[in-house]
């Protein structure tokens, strides 16, 4: 009998890589749509770079300064923006949330988007949307929502500071680690996941010794399409379910959130899943010689310490107190997934462990 016994679904974008290049590339790529009035979605700090990147396009509509975890508020304001413009694509330059913002106007009006993130969070080349209301965040997938391109230019991260460069490359080493477990984990994303880790891995390093350097930028950048294409097949496992929980409840920081959380996860899950702290000890432990090599979590944890990255939620406002609620909150999250799931215990104990800061073992 055959073991090669699985699914696979591919996900058709365009993605363009090209250090220095995103004027060019993004209108190339909105030409190649047929599209003639943009609508751009930019964050605080994206406006001058959106400015210079957009100067060759005819920008019907300039929406700035997204707020985290897409309010449904703006989205539906958002909205009505671009039918009132006439917008007939959307435009988003900045991270996670920019991108969330124009995925929102997409799921309804079925605008095409064209990414171009400037931090390593991966939702560009995932066709899952997100929209916070009454602190719940509800989640879906939708090929509508995929961005038709998405450009990636490391000039454009040269600006995120590294505190925050680490959070987000470690939210995208969440998922690729996360999609080696996730419901449709399968052969050719963990390729993809073992790869991104190594890519991650290499661009932090490079990135924490030297901030202004475009290769380590470079390789965060291709280590996070890789990881947002492993997330994208293999879909949401542990991990994404109680960061979704945490983000969505507690408005905690989401890069921040994942850094924090994934060492926890891991520990939980490497019993479960060898093959997974085998991948991640690959991936991680890189050059090292075979006498300084260590397990998956402990080579996370190093990492993660060696980068300077966050440990504790309690850090960044999540209270004590609030996690008898969320134990419950993740307890009905988890629900969706396969076997095995974890037990009351087994959350409170993640969740305690995360808030602490302690080092999992
Ligand atoms: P973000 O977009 O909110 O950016 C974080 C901060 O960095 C912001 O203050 C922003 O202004 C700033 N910033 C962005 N680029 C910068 C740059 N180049 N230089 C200096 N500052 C810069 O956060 P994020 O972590 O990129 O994204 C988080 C959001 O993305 C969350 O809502 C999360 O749910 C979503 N997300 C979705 C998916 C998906 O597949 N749907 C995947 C990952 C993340």
Known sequence: MSSIDFTHVSYAQRVVFGT?????????????????RVMVITGSTGGAAAERLTSGLDVVHWWRGVQPHVPAEQAETARRAAAASGADVLVSVGGGSAVGLAKAVALTTGLPVVAVPTTY?????????????????????????????????????????????VASGLNSLAHCVDSLWAPRANPLNALHATE?????????????????????????????????????????????????????????????????????????????????????????????????????LTALVRLRAELGGPVAL??????FTDLAEATELVMDAVTALGAPRPGRDDVRRILEGAWSGVIPA
């Open 121 to 165: 969070a991966g939702s560009e080349a995932t066709p899952v949307w997100g929209i916070t209301e009454t602190a719940r965040k509800t989640t879906g997938t939708d090929p509508r929502v995929l961005p038709a391109a998405v450009i990636y230019d490391a000039e454009l991260t040269l600006g995120l500071p590294v505190e925050l460069t």
């Open 20 to 36: 220095g290049q995103a004027a060019r590339h993004l209108c190339a790529e909105v030409g190649r749509i047929g599209a003639q």
């Open 196 to 296: 991104g880790m190594r890519a991650l891995a290499r661009g932090l390093r490079a990135v924490a010794a030297d901030p202004l350097g475009l290769p380590g930028r470079e390789q965060c950048l291709y280590g996070t399409y890789l990881a947002a294409a492993a997330f994208a097949a293999a879909g949401s496992g542990l991990h994404h379910k109680i960061c979704h929980v945490l983000g969505g409840r507690y408005d905690l920081p989401h890069a921040q959130t994942h850094a924090v959380v994934l060492p926890h996860v891991l520990a939980h899950q490497m019993s479960a899943f060898p093959s997974a702290g085998e991948a991640v000890a690959q991936a991680l432990n890189g050059g090292e010689s075979e006498r300084g090599a260590v397990d998956g």
């Open 314 to 319: 309690r850090d960044h406002g999540l209270r």
